[in-house]
């Protein structure tokens, strides 16, 4: 079968081929030198961007350079005017956090950018000033960056009395952990752009993002007094990481999926509605911790994929099922989380429970996930396959 979009975005598919090629080859080294993962970092970044509109491109180039010149939270004069007690709690951590730094000062070899939380208001900055993003929203966005906030907090205070080598090692992983900071928000601004007729949506009380919380306790085994420990992969191993990794990941698909169908004269792939849209901002920046929180984020991606793709008609029009297969193990999930499984005739019964077990098996290798540790495992393992059947739809070569 032919690949139905082969013939647009074609920079984006000779730059993951590009990736693609590297990847292995950089896998049998023992140690990747940092510009080279640097250099893979600018390749996927650019990747995505050739799904995204110019106009935001340039405004969110300017609001860029704009925090360069001046990196204060002040500079950012669309967040800063709307007056948000979130924005004032922003600029007073902000102020401790930068307090806390300067008595680090002595210790040798420490260095960490107080810039990098501030390059993570940039999306909702520039969101607010072409009017696709509302005050509930923008409030929400600033709030998963507070969670961001406490975190370095904590891991400071912590280690003001330590030895030097738990400095570095706590600065390290701070400063890894603050690349989290946009992931978490990819689906506000994703959504916002894919969604602007939906821009004043407004969300029910919002819950900041729990990737820090559970990275914090995923990082609580580390010995901070290695020398050699190695805090960016420390960081990047843990499920809460690899989380909001996949899921922006995840999020970005469904919008190229979503802009490629507009540039060809179609209807959406994944239909715009206030439930897919808090779909996208949820499931980059929620991480499981028990059967009700796994549910939850179940009923988001369901949300967003199966019923957001006309209960996959509108996959199951350009693709053969074989190729959905994650789609058809999130259904059974969902089954699992919110129908009575026991209604029908003992065969029907028994085929639902086969097929339940078969999609967590598929997750875990167990029939089910029992620890705290297992539902964040299963989410890691149900957002990678999702996410591979959708870059199959996106990047895969003709058939």
């Known amino acids: 079968m032919k690949h139905p979009f082969g013939h647009l975005f074609w920079q984006q598919r000779e730059l993951q081929k590009m990736l693609d090629q590297l990847r292995p080859q950089l896998d049998t080294l023992q140690v990747i030198p940092p510009f080279l993962e640097d250099h893979l970092s600018q390749l996927a970044t650019l990747r995505d961007h050739f799904a995204l509109p110019a106009s935001y491109l340039d405004a969110f180039t300017t609001t860029q350079e704009m925090l360069a010149a001046n990196p204060n939270l002040d500079a950012l004069k669309n967040l800063t005017r709307l007056n948000l007690p979130t924005v004032e709690m922003l600029a007073e951590n902000q102020s401790r956090l930068q307090d806390l730094l300067e008595k680090f000062s002595a210790s040798p070899a420490i260095d960490l950018s107080t810039n990098r939380l501030l390059e993570s208001l940039v999306a909702p900055e520039t969101l607010l000033d072409l009017g696709h993003l509302n005050v509930s929203l923008a409030d929400a966005m600033l709030q998963n960056t507070r969670a961001f906030q406490a975190f370095a907090e904590g891991r400071l205070s912590s280690a003001i009395t330590a030895a030097d080598v738990i400095k570095r090692n706590q600065l390290g992983l701070i400063d890894s952990a603050a690349d989290l900071a946009s992931l978490v928000n990819t689906g506000f601004e994703l959504g916002a ?129 074989e190729r959905l297969d994650g789609l058809w193990r999130l259904k059974h999930l969902r089954l699992a989380a919110r129908h009575d499984v026991d209604h029908g005739s003992p065969a029907e019964i028994r085929t639902k429970n086969q097929q339940i077990e078969e999609a967590y098996a598929a997750l875990t290798g167990a029939v089910h996930p029992r620890t705290r540790s297992d539902w964040a495992k299963a989410q890691v393992a149900l957002y990678q396959q999702l996410l591979n059947m959708l870059e199959d739809l996106w990047y895969g070569d003709d058939e």
């Not at 909001?244 to 179609?266: F, I, M, S, W």
């Not at 009700?292 to 996959?315: K, M, P, Q, T």
């Open 193 to 321: 752009l894919a969604y602007p007729a939906l821009a004043s949506t407004l969300l029910e009380p919002w819950t900041p993002t729990n990737v820090y919380g559970e990275l914090d306790s995923e990082l609580e085994s580390l010995d901070l007094t290695d020398a050699e420990l190695e805090v960016e992969d420390a960081v990047q191993e843990t499920n809460a990481a690899t989380i909001a990794t996949l899921g922006a990941g995840l999020v970005q698909v469904v919008y190229n999926l979503n802009v490629e169908a507009e540039r060809e004269g179609k209807e959406a792939t994944f239909k715009p509605t206030n439930k897919g849209f808090l779909a996208c901002a949820l499931i980059p920046s929620r991480v499981a911790v028990d059967e009700e929180s796994f549910n939850g984020i179940v009923d988001n991606l369901y949300f967003l994929l199966y019923e957001g793709s006309g209960a996959a008609a509108r996959l199951t029009a350009s693709y053969p099922p």
